[in-house]
């Protein structure tokens, strides 16, 4: 049974207890939810249309995707999110990542980006691809790290995205805040979005032809993934510019019914991945991605959220987001590559992106 708890009451006791757990504040909403497996199996999704609970799936389909069971729920009103007023501070985890804070290589970073945006770009232009998306990992190692303080100021920083902390002590924790829904279920009810382009806040005006195209790409997909699904009463609404961080992106929504012979399963492993955190065609794009990324993406850029909980099933892209290591902490960040993309503006793009993030972790870690 649900209960009203102090934040600062439970978030120490629930990381001591080595159990699997997930704290998340769903986009424009106040509360903040907890899951807490009872023990410390590992389970994984068999049926995206029956199994319970929150499920964290990586970014390849052929890998197995983890099930955290809602044995114990919680929920915390945002006020409640008050570490520091009693002297709080979390787990700082001393001597976990074995050093002081070390910054990565951003030059060598920088230049291993920027020959792989370009590689990107060729493969758009000869007709190889229609885009692909080119991510990065970036290190940062650290001895001590506040999760519960991160958390906190994630969730007071992105009110429009779904906002997460996540633990199985078989895989490990990882932390994040993504804009993008991918697919929202209720009784027959679907809905997903599709979100690419990106600026900064401050930029004005018309948005550019390459993001438009960019974003149209991915919603003409989600509208075709839709429709070979039998869904029906297909609609697409947008595209309109919204808010994430300190950036902007321009996003569609698409709504349709299911029918007698729609199967959500299918459905969700054909939105996923979708061209905004992969490419097109999908087949050639991740064949590209698997040649010359040059790491395992592992969760990032899969989907998480609520598993058929009280019948409703909501799905988010991982977007945003670093995984804790046992060296450090590792963010992941990346762009959509089209005919048009020059490749000093995508690596300023991946900077952009991460800011928000990195600067509240960065800011405790020690």
């Not at 939810?33 to 029956?50: S, T």
């Not at 078989?170 to 279920?185: H, N, Q, S, Y």
């Not at 029918?259 to 794009?285: D, F, M, R, W």
């Amino acid at each position: 049974m649900s209960q009203e708890l102090k934040y600062k009451e439970v978030f120490g006791k629930i990381l001591q207890s080595k159990l699997p757990f997930v704290l998340y504040k769903k986009p424009e909403e106040e509360e903040v939810y907890g899951l807490i497996q009872k023990d410390v199996n590992m389970w994984f999704v068999q049926d995206l249309d029956k199994d319970k609970g929150f499920v964290f799936a990586p970014y390849t389909n052929s890998e197995e995707r983890v099930l955290i069971k809602s044995d114990a729920k919680l929920t915390f009103d945002m006020g409640d999110l008050d570490i520091t007023a009693s002297g709080y501070k979390g787990m700082n985890v001393n001597g976990f990542f074995g050093g002081e804070v070390v910054e990565p290589n951003l030059d060598n970073l920088r230049e291993e980006h920027l020959l792989k945006v370009k590689q990107g770009v060729e493969a758009v232009k000869s007709g190889e691809l229609d885009k692909v998306v080119i991510t990065r990992e970036e290190l940062w190692r650290a001895k001590n790290v506040d999760f519960s303080a991160i958390f906190k100021d994630l969730v007071n920083s992105y009110d429009d995205a779904f906002v997460y902390i996540w633990f199985h002590p078989l895989v490990g924790m990882w932390i994040g805040a993504t804009p993008e829904m991918l697919i929202e279920k209720d009784d027959e009810f679907i809905h997903s979005t599709a979100i690419a382009g990106t600026r900064n806040i401050e930029d004005n005006g018309e948005w550019g032809h390459k993001e438009i195209e960019e974003q149209k790409l991915v919603s003409d997909y989600v509208v075709d993934v839709f429709e070979k699904n039998l869904l029906s009463s297909t609609k697409e609404f947008g595209p309109e510019t919204i808010k994430a961080g300190k950036l902007e992106h321009l996003k569609t929504d698409i709504t349709g019914e299911l029918s007698s012979a729609s199967n959500i399963n299918y459905l969700i492993n054909s939105l996923h991945p979708t061209p905004a955190v992969c490419g097109l065609p999908l087949a050639k794009a991740k064949e590209f991605i698997n040649d010359k990324e040059g790491f395992n993406r592992n969760f990032y850029t899969g989907f998480l959220g609520e598993l058929n909980i009280d019948n409703h099933t909501e799905l988010y892209v991982n977007l945003r987001c670093l995984q804790v290591v046992k060296d450090g902490v590792k963010f992941f960040v990346g762009g959509g590559i089209t005919a048009e993309s020059k490749a000093e503006d995508e690596w300023e793009e991946t900077v952009n992106k991460s800011k928000t993030l990195k600067d509240i972790v960065l800011n405790h870690l020690t």
